[in-house]
């Protein structure tokens, strides 16, 4: 079967579904079918292109035997959101205009629609191909809790992109059973919705030393940590982690580090400053290849989300922390997914959002007990093994494929 993929991010580029996408785009590779994948060029966390991808506006290549074309976009400021729009429209002629030339039976491609709306009118819409629309976020929901759409007409008109592609796709494949309301809500009935979990490379992601290059490098061999490693954006709950690190500043050894960087970075730093905070530290962004030594750095691995927005969602780093068998402390609403999954594996605790007190208990009850601790990484480490392999997610994803192909084969012939 010959696979399109069009999405925004692809490895080696920075944020969770690039490298996500690379692993499910080689698997599906290594279980017989032809993937292309459609992306821009590097450019995330910081908005800037790499200057290796700066020479030509369309660049093909072969990795890991997946076809890849990559999009040349310009450097943007991540906080300007015109900017970023402006990005994504040359992003999508690009795209629409390297996909032409392809020959494909089905097409997966990733919202939002903001990102990807040219290529799925182009590529699958007008060309009548079997189509799988991958949702990670409900939009524009998400973009209107955090503050990014304020203005009516940008609203509706992400509203209606959105709208165009879910009812136009085969089938809407969500990452949580949650998406279901919003989905619903949008129009799209439980028929044409498919739910895969997320996944993560067990095998590159292992549980390594606790002391390792990196905790060297940083002088976090000495100390007891609370590792936040990711996007440092808008759709987390920082007020409640530094209110928590100010009461717990006489236990000398504890320290929250932050790993990455994002739209949230500089007003993040801006506040600890503001407070005097001595027992936070900031890192910079790193590459792929230093994950593993990073999550091993874990005393604790911190998952944060505002409240409202994590009913739906399960953040890929949250996998990445059970994979590197380290306990998890979540700060995120009740009842949502991150929080069962938890709950289900024991691998972690759950604090809601906006209650610092009860962040600082859990954090010094992990601190007095090394046990509940190995304990905890042991049960998320067997679990993802079991059930959230990239293997695994890719024979799921064929299926999904193989199943919109026959649907639309059918309709043919009706």
Known sequence: MRILVVTLLYAPDGGPSASLFAMLCENLVKLGHQVTIISS?????????????????????????????????????RSVLWQRLVQFLIFQFGATYAGLGEQYEVTLITNPAIEIALPFLFLSALRHKATVFFVADVYPDVGIQLGIFRHRIVIALVNAAEQFCLHKADYVWI???????????????????VVIYSWVDTEFIQPKPRHNLFSEEYDLNNCFTVLYAGNLGLSQEWDTVLD?????????SIRFVFVGDGTGRTSLMTKTSEMRLKNVQFIPFQPQSRIPEVLATADIALVSLQSGITSGSIPSKTFSYLASGRPILALVDKGSDVCILLQKTNSGV??????????????????GSSELREQMASNG???VEQHHSPQKAAKKVEALLIKAVNQRQNQKHV
């Not at 928590?244 to 000398?252: D, S």
Request: proline share 7%.
């Open 350 to 367: 759950c604090i809601s959002p906006n209650n610092p007190d009860t962040l600082v208990e859990s954090i010094l009850k992990l601190v």
């Open 175 to 193: 990452f949580s059973e949650a998406f279901r309301i919003g989905m619903n809500r949008m129009g799209v009935p439980d028929e044409r919705l």
């Open 381 to 383: 480490r067997t679990y």
């Open 41 to 77: 060029v590097p450019h995330y966390p910081t908005g800037q292109v790499n200057k290796a991808y700066r020479s030509k506006w369309i660049q093909r290549s072969i990795e890991n035997n997946v076809r890849v074309i990559r999009v040349r976009v310009p450097s943007v400021k």
């Open 244 to 252: 928590a690190a100010q009461k717990v500043q006489e236990h000398n």
